[in-house]
């Protein structure tokens, strides 16, 4: 008879051991996944909008739910006109694009403007051609950059620099963006990744995040139709895998997600549907 309770006993134990576990593993399963906070939008995408109508499309563009926009022009607003029509419309705005050009021009005015919006980076967004095509090019690039660095720092903001597909592809044997990575200070100079144009150039996002660690401050997100020509389409209706590039985040270090579309049929369309289809995102 002690045999046979100790036996039951140990049954019991062993049945109480695998239904813990499974209830442990169903837990897992049935946990909640990780969404995006806070969806923003890239006002590139709708351009041709907000110079025809800048009020309304930014109305427009927190109709649909978002909540940051990354600005790419101001179309002839002034500093305190920008930042009232963000307020008027719940909008906050961490980063605008500002060219090489007019950095160069007066780097002081640039980022006095944009600390007065309220932006906290101040994003480069091109390399004109002619000023990229070799190794020397892109080490004057690099030197510029870290210049600007420490001037932005001083206005109260963050240097970063946007790529497209040419930093990914080699010149002489180096990728540019690797360089940059390399060489730019990581204390004055962050990167926002357009994920779009590091797969169309032949790269891998999390390659960049495992060997650069939280250098991507904000990510653009445009999506592909993939092979043959890889043309640009609605965020969620292509190729590349959101899920597994966000779920590296952390690692890359990403505060801000904008959606992007270069040249949109229907621009109001297209960032309704990324929106949606972001806003519902589980990774």
């Known amino acids: 008879m002690s045999t046979r309770r100790n036996f039951l006993a140990t049954l ?16 897992v399963l049935l946990a909640p996944k990780r969404k995006l906070k806070k969806v ?11 110079k025809a109508d800048l009020p309304g499309t930014l109305r427009k563009v927190a109709q649909i739910g978002y909540k940051e926009v990354e600005f790419a022009g101001y179309f002839g607003r002034s500093p305190a006109q920008i930042r009232a029509l963000l307020k008027q419309n719940g909008l906050t705005s961490p980063s605008s694009h500002i060219g090489l050009d007019i950095l160069e021009k007066d780097s002081v005015k640039a980022f006095a403007d944009a600390k007065a919006i309220g932006h906290q980076w101040a994003t480069v967004p091109w390399i004109p051609e002619e000023r990229r095509k070799t190794v020397d090019d892109w080490n004057r690039i690099i030197d510029l950059l870290n210049k600007l660095g420490p001037q932005a720092k001083a ?5 970063a620099y946007h790529n497209h597909d040419f930093e990914i592809r080699p010149v002489n044997g180096v990728r540019p963006l690797d360089m940059m990575l390399d060489k730019t200070d990581p204390s004055l100079v962050d990167f926002e990744m357009d994920l779009y144009w590091v797969v169309f150039g032949g790269g891998d996002p999390i390659d960049f995040f495992n060997r650069h660690p939280k ?16 043309k640009m389409v609605d965020v969620g209706k292509g190729t590349i895998d959101f899920p ?3 779920g590296q985040s952390d690692k890359a270090g990403i505060k801000h997600y904008f959606v992007e579309h270069d040249q949109p049929a229907d621009p109001i369309a297209t960032i309704r549907n990324s929106y949606q289809y972001l806003h519902a995102l589980r990774y």
């Open 244 to 246: 597994r590039i966000f």
């Open 40 to 50: 923003g939008l890239q006002l590139y995408t709708v351009r041709d909008l907000m």
């Open 155 to 159: 206005a109260g903001l963050r240097l």
């Open 12 to 27: 019991g134990v062993a049945a109480l051991g695998i239904a813990s576990r499974d209830a442990f593993a169903d837990a």
């Open 215 to 230: 250098r991507f401050a904000m990510v653009h997100v445009k999506d592909s139709a993939g092979p043959p020509d890889n």
